[in-house]
């Protein structure tokens, strides 16, 4: 479950139900109000603080639904340890900082002038766990420098890792998955990419990460006809590009690890440059996105051995959105499913398989066993496909998520923000396939 909601909606006016407003109930005791009924579990209660337009956006079995999430994931809540208050465009907005047994979220209300909550927003979590590095890494092994890719105008702040001693070593550049995400693809206290970058350092092999474009620029990143292309590959080039122009980088020996999304589309960003050695696959779909999201949702559902009616209505939307694409009944500035038609339409029209079946190219391809949002069906497609081409090789890991962190029983989205690290064995599996590859 997703841990935000953004839902800014028209103003209306309601009777808030056991409470009259005046200029004497102030948006800080409304936001204190609100949440201590979210507390109690009085979600019929919280919709009279909506306006009429976001308590029909927002039912109170939904409510519940994210409520019940948040606690999941975060813990017991503990209470509110700070209240902001501030105004956009008019509106007075307040942001809540909620302690829970395991970190602190914050909830941002926005008020219309009858001081109705109009924008609901639950934003990123922080967590009391911290990143660990793991035990397999050797501090004194490499050196990091920051450095900037420069990518059709957008400047990506980036961090360069280097084993110290070497005069010219391979190098892998890693390429996030789905969404906005920082240059360690950092998920509640974990960072897959960190674990990657300085396991790998410390064994000889360079890496390049750096702040997706839709992280660092936000909105700003969403042009007309915004697709893949702007989102990952012109980044992923750039960064190519920058490694073969460092002195410290052997220049035929650069390689490219893609994670989710990024594993996806690492067919597609090959075949448009001819300085990549080879390719690492990381849980990379190799079905149409389309096909997944559904699934996972499903999954996530019926994780409780239940799938209630309203979950039935939210997968039964999902379904009528992912069917509106399909059909390319869309128009390309249009929004769904969290991303222009543009974007869905150009994923449509690629095929990682058939790119990837025309390589000759080194390919790695790992999949971890318990990974739900990329399951064994996909790897295995991958591997009845291409069994048959020798530069092609295949790993799948026992007991490890889509993170390629373990896990026990059924993985869930609530496992990823428990601490963990990429085990040493992916690490080694990694570094054994470049150091083998000779230029």
Known sequence: MKLFIVLFLAISMLVLYG????????????????????????????????????????????LESIWKGILSTMGKFNGIIDIKITEIQGYKVSILTCDFELGTLGIQIVLDHESKIAGLYFLQPQFKATYKIPPYVTPDSYTEIEVTIESNGWKLPATLTLPRGEKSCPAVILVHGSGPQDRDETIGPNKPFKDLALGLASKGIAVLRYEKRTRYYGEKALVEGFTVKEETIEDAISAIELLYQRKEIDKDRIFLLGHSLGGMLAPRIAERTDKLRGIIILAGTINDLLELIPKQARYLASLDDKITEEEKREIEEIENQVN???????????????????????????????????????????????????????????????????????????????????????????????????????????ARWILSIQP
């Open 19 to 62: 409470i009259t407003y005046s200029d004497e109930l102030t948006i800080e005791d409304i936001g204190k109000n609100f949440v201590s009924l979210l507390a109690k579990g009085d979600f019929a209660r919280t919709s009279n603080f909506f306006t009429k337009e976001l308590a029909q956006a927002i039912p109170k079995e939904t």
């Open 324 to 430: 509106k694409v399909k059909s390319q009944e869309i128009e390309r500035n249009e929004s769904i499913l969290g991303a222009p038609g543009s974007y869905w339409l150009d994923l449509m029209s690629y095929d990682p398989l058939k790119t990837l079946k025309g390589m000759t190219i080194p390919v790695l391809i790992l999949q971890g066993e318990r990974d739900f949002q990329v399951t064994l069906e996909e790897f295995n497609i991958w591997k009845n496909e291409l069994k048959d081409k020798p530069n092609v090789s295949f790993k799948l890991y026992k007991g490890l998520n889509h993170l390629f962190i373990s896990g026990e029983g059924k993985s869930s989205i609530e496992e990823y923000y428990k601490s963990g690290n990429i085990p040493e064995e992916v690490i080694e599996d990694i």
